[in-house]
């Protein structure tokens, strides 16, 4: 399982390369995905997921929201991963509707 996410996070990474400010970080067997410094999304058991918005709802129709792990808010599984120029065009979009990284509290 890690192995396979290891390759989907490095594949989402290159899909997203033209947007630049895209990094991930492994969390819990998973990736964290953040655009600018928000977080829009991840890969989770059920793969690569994104924050329900406007602009992902819009861009992914089709997309059935469900949690990514139990007792987690729901996002969408992604179905445009295979469209490059979507979904930068997606990702982009979403930025203004996510919420500012929180700061971290200093000890």
């Avoid at 949690?67 to 979507?86: Q, S, W």
Wanted: zero cysteines; a positive charge; glycine letters at 6%.
């Amino acid at each position: 399982m890690a192995d396979k996410n290891k390759e989907l996070a490095a594949y989402v990474t290159e899909q997203l390369a033209d947007l630049g400010e895209v990094r991930n970080i492994p969390m819990m067997g998973g990736y964290v995905f953040y655009y600018r410094e928000r977080i829009f999304g991840g890969i989770y058991e059920r793969g690569f997921m994104v924050k329900l918005t406007k602009a992902s709802r819009r861009y992914m129709p089709d997309s059935v929201p469900e949690p990514p792990y139990a007792g987690a808010k729901d996002m969408l599984p992604v179905t445009i991963l295979e469209n490059r120029e979507m979904l930068q065009k997606m990702v982009a979009e979403m930025f203004e509707e996510l919420p500012e990284r929180k700061p971290r509290k200093s000890k």
